[in-house]
């Protein structure tokens, strides 16, 4: 794997959840590469096996529902057994889901919409905020009991949606939105025992849960991919690769020692760039 830079992370057990995916199961590839030893907890472990399975002895992969605080725990225990106290935690755990969305990105008196704001799911709604931030609440409270007496490093995965609601998608650009300030509130709370928290906000990555909103079924780009382009500096949509920086620098306790209760955008520019 080719980093933008290495640091030294021998003395890291790191937790990530939600590591079955591109991002989450990259970030674990980089971490391990500097010598952390890493732990992939995801629901269906099949896919974070393989992941660790690329990695090697250093990596373990753990079932893990991250809405069951008894399989949580019962994850760290795993951890602690193989590895010892965990020190380093990323939150990945996320996403959006079909029923929170609209079809339309905007609302009219004479609009015909077979799912219009009124027609969202209540249960959809409470899904997203429970995988977003439920998720990283329950979490966190069990694994940041490793590093109460010692110290330790948080990183949350935010999203575009932290800083600018996106059309279609308002239980999703809530939920991230409270994914920030979790984060804030966190590195306050922890800030006397020496824990840093942080998150990085991607951009747009074209992956496999956004697949259908990018593209459409003949492969061509969706007007919404046209319109996030358009928004987008750099003209391009992320690639994972381009997160590494960002994880690494947080990461290091010599690089940002005295960083806490930070967002990183990782966007191409997106997040500033007004549309004119």
């Known amino acids: 794997m080719k980093l933008p830079f290495k640091i030294d992370l021998s003395d890291k057990v790191v937790a990530i959840t939600g590591a079955g995916g591109v991002l989450m199961s990259g970030f674990a ?10 732990a992939l907890l995801n629901i269906h472990v099949e896919s974070a096996q393989e992941c660790a399975d690329e990695i090697g002895s250093n990596a373990i992969a ?17 951890i602690n057994k193989k590895f010892g106290k965990v020190n380093f935690l990323i939150n990945g755990v996320g996403g959006n889901s079909p029923v929170a969305t609209t079809d339309n990105e905007y609302m009219t008196p004479d609009l015909q919409s077979t799912k219009d704001f009124f027609a969202l799911e209540e249960s959809g709604i409470k899904s997203v905020f429970d995988l977003n931030i439920t998720s990283a609440f329950l979490v966190t409270q069990v694994f940041a009991e490793d590093m109460v007496k010692t110290g330790g490093n948080i990183i949350n995965i935010a999203s575009m949606n932290a800083y600018r609601p996106l059309t279609r998608i308002p239980a999703y650009s809530a939920a991230k939105a409270g994914i920030l300030n979790f984060t804030e509130w966190l590195a306050v709370h922890f800030a006397p025992c020496g824990i840093r928290v942080n998150a990085i906000a991607p951009g747009f990555f074209a992956a496999k849960q956004n697949q259908a909103l990018l593209y459409n079924e003949d492969g061509s780009p969706t007007t919404r991919t046209g319109k996030i382009l358009a928004a987008t500096p750099m003209k391009k949509f992320g ?29 191409g520019g997106f997040n500033a760039y007004s549309g004119v």
Not at 251 to 260: N, Q, Y
């Open 29 to 38: 590839k980089a971490l391990a590469e500097c010598g952390a030893k890493v």
């Open 62 to 78: 753990v079932k893990c529902n991250c809405l069951d605080k008894n399989s949580i725990i019962e994850a760290k225990e795993i």
């Open 239 to 267: 690639q994972p690769e381009d997160l590494y920086g960002a994880l690494l620098f947080l990461a290091s306790d010599e690089a940002s020692g005295f960083v806490t209760g930070v967002c990183i955008p990782v966007d």
